[in-house]
């Protein structure tokens, strides 16, 4: 099968999971799940990605196939502690901001779950790991088609946080450009989740917690303590590539990924020092 082919069954297998899985989803599960948590989603939402993306899970696992599955979807656990605890150092100063700007706490342990855990577990799994994972690495397209088409995707999603027009086309834009971001650290970090998603779910968990304003968007004081977050993700990028980690994304992977270290080899251990 060549990569044409390979592009379009990716792409084919997003759609059918994104826009017609839905129709095979009964509203009997939607109000046994919502009774069995109390309207909370902890079990609706879960539920519903699982049985809406797990072929698009499956195809990625049998791209590459001479990797273990784990690898293949993101979730190798190895540098786990380091990510988790340098995404926590990344976003204490944003978490910091939020707390000075806000008057309010929502201390909801389902918001947080449903809002943050979830969030930034299956968006990066599914629109990361699975989608532009398979694109970038199995389909050699180069870093900027493959993230642009799952970022936008991801953007689109985000579409509702937008009040009118305007401010919705703005969440679009600004989700797809963190899409972007995400799956930058998803390349730096090993091809795994872990750290672009703790990073995703420390943002939106301080962002629920201290109920700021704003939308995706969000509002300029806002976005200045959320730029300290980026600015160290990439600092701490950075300080592992300078300790030894092979750059992932070059100028020369930008359009087309010509390196042969992406497809279907063996994951060599990558260093995961804390920032």
Same mark, same amino acid.
């Given at each position: ?6 592009s379009?069954?990716? $792409?084919?297998? %997003? ?17 046994i799940?919502? !009774? ?19 072929? @698009? ?6 791209? %590459?196939?001479?990797? /273990?599955m ?15 605890? #340098?995404?926590?150092? +990344?976003? $204490? ?8 700007? *806000? ?15 979830? #969030? ?6 599914i %629109?990361?790991? #699975?989608?532009?994972?398979a694109?970038?690495? %199995? +389909? ?7 993230? @642009? ?11 509702? !946080?937008?009040?009118? =027009?305007?401010?919705a ?8 450009? =963190?899409?972007t971001?995400f799956?930058?650290?998803?390349? &730096? +970090? ?10 995703? $779910?420390?943002?939106?968990? =301080?962002?629920?917690i201290?109920?700021? *304003? ?7 004081h806002?976005? @200045?303590y959320? #730029? ?12 592992? $590539?300078?300790?030894g980690?092979?750059? &992932? ?6 359009f087309? /990924? ?11 251990? !990558?260093?995961?020092? =804390?920032?």
């Open positions: 099968m060549n990569i044409i082919l390979k379009l069954l990716v $792409i084919a297998t %997003f759609v059918f999971c994104h826009y017609i899985m839905k129709s095979f989803w009964g509203s009997e599960w939607t109000k799940l919502t !009774q069995a948590d109390a309207s909370t989603d902890v079990l609706f939402i879960p539920a519903k990605y699982l049985f809406l993306y797990t072929p @698009l899970l499956v195809l990625t696992t049998l791209l %590459f196939k001479r990797r /273990n784990l690898d293949a979807i993101g979730l190798n656990t190895a540098g786990f502690n380091n990510y988790t605890f #340098a995404a926590l150092l +990344c976003c $204490i100063p944003m978490t910091l901001g939020y707390a000075y700007l *806000s008057n309010n706490l929502n201390l909801s342990l389902s918001g947080l779950i449903t809002g943050s855990i979830y #969030a930034g577990f299956f968006e990066e799994l %629109f990361r790991a #699975a989608l532009f994972g694109l970038y690495r %199995f +389909c050699r397209w180069g870093f900027i088609p493959a993230a @642009l088409i799952s970022s936008v995707v991801f953007g689109v999603g985000h579409m509702y !946080q937008g009040g009118d =027009a305007v401010s086309l703005m969440a679009v834009a600004v989700t797809t450009v =963190a899409g971001w799956a930058w650290l998803y390349c &730096e +970090c090993g091809y795994k989740i872990w750290f672009p998603m703790w990073m995703h $779910i420390f943002m939106n968990a =301080a962002y629920g201290f109920s700021m *304003s704003g939308g995706a968007v969000g509002d300029l806002g976005n @200045l959320k #730029a300290t977050a980026i600015v160290l993700s990439i600092v701490y990028v950075e300080a592992l $590539i300078r300790r980690k092979k750059r &992932e994304v070059t100028m020369s992977s930008l087309i /990924n010509t390196s042969a270290a992406t497809l279907n080899t063996p994951i060599k251990p !990558q260093m995961t020092a =804390a920032v």
